[in-house]
């Protein structure tokens, strides 16, 4: 049975992927240390590599804040960075011995904003933007060895992610992405021989609402 390490997987993204890769037979092995808490993360990932090294590692964990930048505190600063950027790169480092042993498989779960530069988003953009230039040049390291990595970037996905946000994808099932949609590629990847290296997934149209000031965030 192959050994998937996974942030993430209380999410929306993060939780479809754990409740799709079980159903392919594989371990879903949840890190639950906060991922600003890079002490807490080392302890965690060294201590489940006695046990249950990986054979894959994915990255679905996520924090975002959109608004101008200057308006940002330095906690949402920190932590964007934190959980976007340093918590994958980490984890990477981590791993990597056991996934060349195994030949295994990363998967970072980027973002659409990593690929344009939009208003609003520029920190966001980015660890995102980060994180995928991270993702490619890593697999022209790790390649050699039989290691995969593939980053994806989907558009809007109608998780929890937008609670806190005030915007949020609009009602219909064409204008945002599902997350079993997203979990269904991350099986299919894994499955694959060859690498994908790097995938944008859009829904049909795009739909984008803000929420009324009486609406809970």
Not at 82 to 106: Q, S
Request: proline residues 5%.
């Amino acid at each position: 049975m192959k050994h998937v390490y996974l942030t993430g997987s209380t999410g929306g993204i993060g939780q479809a992927i754990a409740q799709r890769l079980q159903r392919d037979g594989m371990h879903i092995v949840p890190l639950r240390s906060r991922l600003e808490d890079v002490a807490a993360l080392q302890d965690e990932v060294r201590s489940l590599r006695q046990e249950t090294p990986p054979d894959a590692l994915i990255h679905a964990a996520g924090f975002g804040r959109f608004a101008p930048h200057e308006t940002l505190s330095a906690d949402d600063i920190v932590r964007m960075v934190a959980v976007n950027l340093t918590a994958p790169i980490l984890l990477a480092n981590l791993c990597l011995r056991d996934l060349r042993e195994r030949r295994g498989h990363i998967v970072h779960i980027g973002s659409i904003e990593a690929t344009r530069s939009a208003r609003w988003a520029a920190l966001y953009s980015a660890t995102k933007g980060g994180l995928h230039h991270f993702s490619l040049a890593l697999y022209e390291e790790v390649r050699k060895a039989g290691i995969k990595v593939t980053i994806l970037h989907p558009d809007l996905v109608r998780t929890p992610f937008f609670d806190a946000l005030d915007f949020a994808p609009e009602d219909g099932d064409d204008c945002a992405l599902d997350p079993a949609e997203i979990a269904q590629v991350v099986s299919d990847i894994l499955a694959r021989a060859g690498t994908i290296t790097e995938l944008v997934i859009r829904p049909r149209r795009l739909g984008i609402r803000k929420k009324s000031a009486a609406q809970p965030t």
